[in-house]
């Protein structure tokens, strides 16, 4: 008897305190999260884009402003993809494309601007002091000229002059988008030209901060020597870009149509939310694309690049080639992203 009763006792104890020590666990475990800092970036280029991220981040700074000090870092650097040295359009005009989420889902974003060092910081505005998300073109510039930024001329990187004038004799005046046309740079660029300049592509960066929020961001000249007027992935949330601080985000880097067909970062986001780790997450949006055309798939890279609420990571790309940087407490360094055709 006494033996039962105890027993019926242990039982009515432990149904009591097992959710109570897991949740306990649980608790433990996003406090310790909670308080690791992380940023992770495209290409190899995002070290240094890390670097200036981090200072916010280690100052327990919000990832939101680590962001835009990243992408700022990198907009500054004269280089063939991002910024006013980027990729010319095949009229030989650079146009930048950026976004910006924070999170509580407020986003902003530009298209097509012109002459406007810093378009990320452009996205912000839009996204803090007006009642709209995407501003493109000539509104995007004047809207940034109304906010104190000014207008300076684009100067091509070397490496972009040269690849355009090469494209230039070339071309059919098309632009360029599969692997074929496309090695000099853009989504199949080596990390180096010949002359040794850094060929550094689109900048995707996502951050969570000590409070554990989640905020991200792209920026780029876009696709080279593309349409005048021609939009890409990088300014589209949900494409380039999704943020959602419950489950994770996700940015995008490669031939942007087949990003925008696929919602991709939004996707990516999804798949999270189903349980997914951000590598199979990324994954599964790059298996879509293949799926929707598998031979068109087979001349293209797009690579996607995720982060979960947990502070975990992943990568996955169509192709070979795709890199990403990383910066923790714990890590500073270059990963290269698992691939799926021609494994
Ligand atoms: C675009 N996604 O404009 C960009 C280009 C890019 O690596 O990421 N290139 O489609």
Redesign the pocket.
């Known amino acids: 008897m006494a033996n039962k009763l105890d027993r019926r006792k242990f039982l009515q104890l432990s149904a009591l305190s097992t959710p109570l020590l897991l949740s306990k666990k649980a608790i433990a475990k996003q406090i310790t999260y909670s308080n690791s800092p992380i940023v992770i970036s495209?290409?190899d280029s995002g070290m240094e884009v890390n670097a200036a991220a981090w200072k916010i981040l280690s100052a327990k700074g919000r990832a939101l402003d680590a962001i835009e000090a990243g992408a700022n870092q990198i907009e500054d650097t004269i280089n063939c993809?991002v910024g006013l040295g980027g990729n010319p359009d095949r009229d030989g005009i650079v146009t930048l494309?950026a976004c910006i989420m924070d999170e509580n889902s407020n986003c902003g974003a530009v298209a097509g601007m012109e002459q406007i060092k810093h378009p990320i910081s452009v996205a912000r505005k839009v996204m803090e002091n007006t009642p709209h998300v995407l501003l493109v073109g000539n509104g995007a510039q004047q809207f940034a000229i109304e906010n104190g930024f000014t207008k300076e001329p684009a100067k091509l990187s070397q490496s972009a002059e040269n690849t355009y004038k090469e494209w230039l004799k070339k071309t059919d005046y098309k632009p360029q988008i599969n692997i074929e046309n496309n090695k000099g740079n853009?989504?199949f660029?080596p990390n180096f030209f010949p002359d040794g300049t850094p060929n550094h592509?689109?900048m995707?960066l996502l951050a969570k901060d000590s409070q554990g929020n989640l905020s991200g961001g792209?920026t780029?000249?876009?696709?080279?020597f593309?349409l005048h007027g021609?939009?890409?992935?990088?300014a589209g949330i949900g494409a380039?870009l999704f943020v959602d601080n419950e489950v994770g985000a996700a940015t995008?880097?490669?031939?942007?149509?087949e990003?925008i067909r696929t919602c991709g970062t939004h996707l990516v986001v999804e798949l999270m939310r189903q349980g997914l780790s951000p590598e199979k997450a990324c994954k599964k949006a790059v298996e879509r694309i293949i799926k929707i055309n598998p031979e068109r798939a087979k001349t293209l890279?797009?690579?996607y690049l995720a982060i979960n609420k947990n502070g975990e990571y992943g990568a996955y790309a169509i192709q070979k080639g795709f890199v990403f940087s990383v910066k923790t407490n714990d890590e500073n360094k270059i990963h290269e992203s698992k691939f799926i055709l021609g494994a």
């Open positions: 495209t290409w993809c494309d853009g989504p660029a592509d689109t995707g792209v780029t000249s876009g696709m080279a593309k021609r939009v890409g992935d990088s380039g995008s880097s490669g031939v942007g149509e990003v890279q797009v690579g």
